[in-house]
């Protein structure tokens, strides 16, 4: 089995590609560093299809695995030929080397097993083989015996039956022929088992072909069976299969009903059912690969969204019986001041919580309120959009609010690494600190909460957690390694997501800084408890230390290109009091000036792809990549759900995106739906390709249900 042909050919790449990467992986390197800072060796992979390869790596691994394990475990048995082994080494996929293994699987007492015990096996062999003379009646009276529990002629044929019944379910070419044409032909069938309402009213008499159902619909069904509102089966082409088998099997018509009843029996009572698991775990599986894919894409636009720098946000965290919880944060996140208001019922306090908002909003000078989207949101949003008018008749000064997801924030607040940042922080008030924080930096807070619970998945509480957990891992490693991290201030959440940095190192680093203050420069980290060369060249090119002499400290330039990047510097007549400088505006016409990048990177002895990545660093030292995307939508003023008419056209953000369409909050306290027809004038695919979580997007009411709170939005004809 050649892995590194078979990876080349799945991801249409050259096999050194491959064959370098996996060298890389299996030297340790992470995924981030090797996509970064070993572009060269991989000839440019980006961490997209790296982690693909990665992913596909174990699995053909574990194929192998599998394959030589098989192979042990039949020859134990003595029957290991070289047409089995064929069989096993051109097997594609770990199902079809169970179906070549299921003959040889130990097995529970079956009516098969039963029978041979008593001695059947011979006649079985005759029936199938169809080369006998005369009457299997009389052939059978043989095999009668009182002792072996064979007391007539018709036990002994029925046993012989039973045996060939459980060949044709274990033969892996009947299988593999019978799965193929369930899927291609198969239908899936879904009736109510109780007539009341739920979201599953769609599935209650329904039915689509497998090989076309969409994945959030196989989700859907699976979660509606497993609460017992759906029964889910699979129709089957059963007379094509039994033809099939039939042909398959039946060499003579003569006495040939033995062998219909027995294909019959065999479909029936051991194929169907088992096939249908098979056919439903698949699509159940592909289902979940497309769930876990979608919320890794909404997870890393989330993650990606732009911070909003230099601003005092207020954060609002709505309430009613408990009050709304109030928290002041200055521009680097901290903590100044917070409150509790009781601007919505049962109190409704609206007078008495402006005074103290507008006295906090006075005192610290806030730019921003920013505003949790869960319970009573709504009436917050209309308590503080006249609060922000009050404020700007009474002082002149201009202030907004920023709607923003809290999903999280309570998990957060109640979590141990809140109750060490803030021990004396009540727990209520923490989630308002988290909710201000994650509009001034969505990455640094966001990496405080287990990723499920941040809310832009689809189905993600029915797939495999494991497999959900490592591919959200690998989304909020790829975006923190992409941004970068300021080593003086990240927090031990942050940094654990750094290439070779682990939580316990995380720990360390912050436990360093504490004690002997800021890092001066990245060789420094090193100081640190159990972070060694091998994590230092891992991570150093994703830390930044913007108090650090050396400007390359401050970029995502590595240390060990630093020589590199200053014979560049050089053979241009720069420095690095230059970078600091930023007098670099000019670099890419400079560098033309002096033969381009491949004839300079010829001359100091470095990767064309690396002097272009250190190019595009020193020319912004401290670049943030997330500054060139659309910030938040700033609003002053509120609508009602009530106020939407079809026709008009509004601004919203996208909050989430699924398979079937894209939810976009409009300013309403209730996301529209954009369906897919409704995306673009062209045919989508799927509606990430037309729009991405934090997108700003015009937006065309098309209907409006206020009973189920439920909008029709639409994209087309509009720019």
Do not use: W
Request: glycine share 6%; hydrophobic share 40%.
């Amino acid at each position: 089995m050649d892995i590194i042909s078979i990876l080349a050919r799945e991801l249409n790449i050259r096999e050194n590609q491959v064959k370098n990467t996996v060298e890389l992986i299996d030297e340790g390197n992470t995924i981030p560093f090797i996509a970064r800072y070993r572009k060269e060796v991989t000839g440019g992979l980006d961490d997209v299809t790296l982690r693909q390869l990665f992913d596909r790596l174990n699995y053909l691994r574990n194929l192998f695995s599998k394959k030589e394990e098989v192979k042990r475990l039949i020859d134990e048995q003595g029957k290991l030929t070289d047409e089995i082994v064929k069989a096993i080494d051109e097997a594609n996929t770990i199902t079809e080397v169970d179906d070549i293994y299921r003959p040889f699987r130990p097995k529970k007492r079956t009516r098969a097993t039963i029978a041979k015990e008593r001695g059947l096996e011979p006649l079985a062999n005759i029936i199938l083989e169809q080369n006998y003379e005369g009457a299997i009646y009389d052939i059978a009276k043989q095999f009668v015996d009182a002792e072996k529990e064979v007391a007539t002629v018709e036990d002994a044929i029925s046993g012989a039956l039973d045996i060939i019944a459980e060949e044709i379910s274990d033969n892996a070419e009947f299988r593999k022929y019978i799965r193929n044409i369930t899927f291609k032909e198969g239908i899936i069938l879904t009736k109510a088992l109780k007539e009341e309402t739920s979201p599953y009213e769609m599935y209650y008499d329904y039915k689509e072909p497998v090989k076309s159902i969409l994945p959030h619909r196989v989700l859907a069904i699976n979660r509606g069976e497993k609460e017992e509102f759906l029964s889910v089966k699979i129709e089957a082409p059963v007379e094509r299969i039994i033809s099939f088998l039939e042909n398959k099997l039946i060499k003579r018509e003569y006495e040939k009903e033995y062998i219909q009843r027995t294909v019959k029996d065999s479909y029936q009572r051991l194929i169907s059912s088992s096939i249908e698991r098979e056919i439903r775990n698949e699509l159940t599986e592909k289902a979940e690969e497309q769930a876990i894919k979608v919320f890794a894409a909404n997870l890393k636009n989330l993650l990606m969204q732009s911070p909003v720098k230099g601003k005092v946000v207020l954060g609002f965290d709505p309430g009613f019986r408990t009050g709304c919880k109030v928290a002041v944060v200055d521009e680097t996140g901290k903590l100044l001041d917070t409150a509790t208001v009781y601007s919505t019922a049962p109190q409704n306090d609206i007078e008495g919580s402006k005074k103290v908002l507008k006295q906090l909003i006075y005192k610290h000078d806030v730019d921003i309120i920013s505003l949790g989207n869960g319970t009573a949101s709504r009436e917050s949003e209309i308590f503080i959009s006249e609060l922000i008018k009050e404020i700007q008749d009474e002082k002149g000064k201009k202030i907004y609010y920023v709607v923003v997801s809290e999903a999280g924030a309570s998990v957060y607040s109640a979590s141990e690494l809140a109750s060490k940042e803030f021990p004396d922080i009540n727990v209520s008030l923490r989630g308002a600190i988290s909710i201000a924080r994650r509009l001034q930096d969505p990455l640094a807070e966001l990496v405080k909460i287990d990723p499920k619970s941040i809310g832009v998945g689809q189905y993600q509480h029915d797939v495999s957690q494991k497999r959900l957990d490592d591919t959200l891992k690998g989304v909020v490693e790829d975006v923190v390694n992409s941004v970068g991290v300021d080593l003086n201030t990240a927090s031990v959440s942050l940094l654990s997501y750094v290439s070779g940095i682990n939580s316990a190192i995380a720990k360390n680093i912050v436990e360093y800084r504490e004690q002997n203050g800021k890092f001066k420069d990245r060789r420094e980290i090193l100081k640190v408890k159990r972070l060694g060369e091998k994590a230092f060249v891992q991570c150093a090119g994703f830390l930044r230390i913007p108090e650090s002499s050396n400007p390359l400290d401050n970029t995502a330039v590595h240390p060990e290109s630093y020589d590199v990047c200053k014979s560049f510097l050089e053979r241009l007549n720069l420095s690095l009091d230059d970078v600091k400088n930023r007098k670099l505006e000019n670099l890419d016409a400079l560098v033309e000036r002096n033969g381009g990048v491949e004839k300079i990177a010829d001359e100091i002895g470095c990767g064309i792809p690396t002097l272009m990545d250190i190019i595009k660093e020193i020319k912004k030292p401290g670049r943030d990549p997330r500054e060139e995307l659309p910030p938040p939508i700033f609003m002053s003023t509120v609508m009602e759900m009530e106020h939407l008419k079809p026709g008009m056209i509004l601004k919203g953000t996208v909050r989430n995106v699924a398979d079937f369409g894209v939810f976009v909050d409009i300013g309403v306290h209730q996301d529209g739906l954009v369906h897919k027809s409704e995306l673009a004038n062209f045919y989508v695919k799927h509606p990430m390709e037309v729009a991405k979580v934090g997108d700003i997007v015009d937006v065309k009411v098309l209907d409006v249900d206020l009973k189920r709170k439920r909008i029709a939005l639409s994209m087309k004809d509009l720019k």
